[in-house]
Nanobody, 115 residues
Framework: QVHIEESGGGLVQPGGSLRLSCVVS????????VGWARQVPGDNRELVAA???????DYHDSVKGRFTISRDNGKNQVYLQMNSLKPEDTAVYSC?????????WGQGTQVTVSS
């Protein structure tokens, strides 16, 4: 059984920063690709950052240079540092785990960027 829980969302002004955290239960974390996706009502969910089990990372073009994904295999945690936030970054951010072609998702945490 895999349980995923996110934290760290909230309200921030444009130009500000937030750090999202995700903790994953179970023993598959270190062998999984982990990532963060976001979704606004009426739109498709989009993957914004991912980190493979060997540490390679990838980012959506809209967040390159502003967001940084990192993982701590010893703690089964993945983080998303978000800097220079823009109003268009407002969304529900969900933690994602991919293991042996099976997808796991957290419930999500709201990020609102507004003055």
């Amino acid at each position: 059984q895999v349980h995923i829980e996110e934290s760290g969302g909230g309200l921030v002004q444009p130009g500000g920063s937030l750090r999202l955290s995700c903790v994953v239960s179970g023993s598959i974390f270190s062998d999984s690709t982990v990532g963060w996706a976001r979704q606004v009502p009426g739109d498709n969910r989009e993957l914004v950052a991912a980190a493979t089990s060997n540490g390679d990372t990838d980012y959506h073009d809209s967040v390159k240079g502003r967001f940084t994904i990192s993982r701590d295999n010893g703690k089964n945690q993945v983080y998303l540092q978000m800097n220079s936030l823009k109003p268009e970054d407002t969304a529900v951010y969900s933690c994602h785990l991919l293991y042996r072609n099976k997808h796991y998702w957290g419930q999500g945490t709201q990020v609102t960027v507004s003055s």
